[in-house]
């Protein structure tokens, strides 16, 4: 499975809304496997939407336990047109993306979320979760819906920093 090139915060794509799946096809398939080698092939990289690699459509592939951060997580999780039916509270945390790969952000979200969304075989799921795993969750939707963490800060200009490596 291949690697895929991520397109970055300049790109107009990033902006766009996802269009949903209407059948799992064989070219759905090889996509999310290669969505799945690309998310791997970044260290610490936690989530990737379809669209970072230029195909907009509503996938997207979460693995919390990539985190260097102690977190509880579900693993791996492959969503098809994911949408959140249910939400409470509020978390405040840091974000990065691979999109913007220069800049972190404070950013407020749910802190509880349901999930429901297509799995690979074409069945409806719903999933609870909360905290690190749900923030990942909400942050990949987001980019389905052509909106970064950039888009949630509160204040450019108190709420956004320069990357330290
Ligand atoms: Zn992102």
Redesign the pocket.
Same mark, same amino acid.
């Given at each position: 499975m291949k690697i895929l090139p991520i397109i970055t915060i300049t790109d107009p794509l990033l902006k766009q809304t996802s269009v949903c799946i209407e059948e799992i096809t064989k070219e759905i398939k090889i996509l999310i496997e290669n969505l799945k080698t690309t998310l791997y092939a970044h260290p610490r990289c936690v989530? !990737?939407?379809a669209v970072?690699v230029g195909i907009s459509q509503r996938i997207i592939v979460v693995d919390a336990s990539q985190s260097s951060k102690e977190n509880r997580n579900n693993g791996l999780l492959i969503m098809i047109n994911p949408n959140i039916i249910y939400s409470s509270g509020k978390i405040s945390s840091r974000e990065g993306?691979?999109? !913007?790969p220069d800049f972190v952000g404070n950013v407020v979200r749910k802190k509880k979320i349901e999930v429901e969304y297509t799995d690979i075989n074409g069945k409806i799921q719903k999933l609870g979760t909360s905290g690190f795993e749900a923030i990942v969750i909400q &942050?990949?939707i987001? &980019?389905l819906d052509g909106k970064?963490?950039l888009d949630r800060v509160i204040s450019l200009s108190t709420d956004v920093f320069r990357r330290q490596n």
């Open positions: 989530g !990737i939407a970072q993306c691979l999109s !913007i &942050h990949e987001d &980019h970064v963490f």
